[in-house]
T-cell receptor
Framework: GESVGLHLPTLSVQEGDNSIINCAYSNSASDYFIWYKQESGKGPQFIIDIRSNMDKRQGQRVTVLLNKTVKHLSLQIAATQPGDSAVYFCAGALGGYNKLIFGAGTRLAVHP | KAGVTQTPRYLIKTRGQQVTLSCSPISGHRSVSWYQQTPGQGLQFLFEYFSETQRNKGNFPGRFSGRQFSNSRSEMNVSTLELGDSALYLC?????????????FGSGTQLSVL
């Protein structure tokens, strides 16, 4: 069935360190993946996306890696800052419309 | 440009009642999607509207319904409320709702059913 899940529910890092948040998906037909950040009291905020014909995509301080062989997605945040503290969700979509299947979420806690 | 606006921000209802939530998409966006977020089930897709037509639907009972108006604003309705309907209801908009478009979310309506 369709599902997108996360390995770790909580990740604690020191300010300045790099963070890696992992995600596994089950539907090999998913062709578009997105990472969202959700802060308390707010809706999910788009961070970065990647299509299934790519292995890696970089943004500002963030990198998404896609391994289709093992159906694994990761979000790397460089030089993590206190403002990065939030819940991070991966989501997958299957061509056509924007019907997203979300993972359970990982809480990132950044300590000074 | 204003973001996705959802009203009301908070709602408290009792079992058996019905509720209507409102969403105004980003100007120019014609696709509106609704998601339910709970601690137990996470974010789950409810339905998606484009040009006043429901194009896609998630696995929710018929008590959950929605509609879209000609100005792309959307409403969702939940009838005969149950305790398990307590959740954050999120609306998201995109240009035309094609796969690969960025979805922009509102801050949600927090519904509590007592």
């Amino acid at each position: 069935g369709e599902s997108v899940g996360l390995h770790l529910p909580t990740l604690s890092v020191q300010e300045g360190d790099n963070s890696i948040i992992n995600c596994a998906y089950s539907n090999s037909a998913s062709d578009y993946f997105i990472w969202y950040k959700q802060e308390s009291g707010k809706g999910p905020q788009f961070i970065i996306d990647i299509r299934s014909n790519m292995d890696k995509r970089q943004g500002q301080r963030v990198t998404v890696l896609l391994n289709k062989t093992v159906k694994h997605l990761s979000l790397q945040i460089a030089a993590t800052q206190p403002g990065d503290s939030a819940v991070y969700f991966c989501a997958g979509a299957l061509g056509g419309y924007n019907k997203l299947i979300f993972g359970a979420g990982t809480r990132l806690a950044v300590h000074p | 440009k204003a973001g996705v606006t959802q009203t009301p921000r908070y709602l408290i209802k009792t079992r058996g009642q019905q509720v209507t939530l409102s969403c105004s998409p980003i100007s120019g966006h014609r696709s509106v999607s609704w998601y339910q977020q709970t601690p137990g089930q996470g974010l789950q897709f409810l339905f998606e509207y484009f040009s006043e037509t429901q194009r896609n639907k998630g696995n929710f009972p018929g008590r959950f319904s929605g509609r879209q108006f000609s100005n792309s604003r959307s409403e969702m309705n939940v009838s005969t409320l149950e305790l398990g309907d307590s959740a954050l209801y999120l609306c998201a908009s995109s240009l035309v709702g094609q796969g690969g478009e960025k979805l922009f979310f509102g801050s949600g309506t927090q519904l509590s059913v007592l």
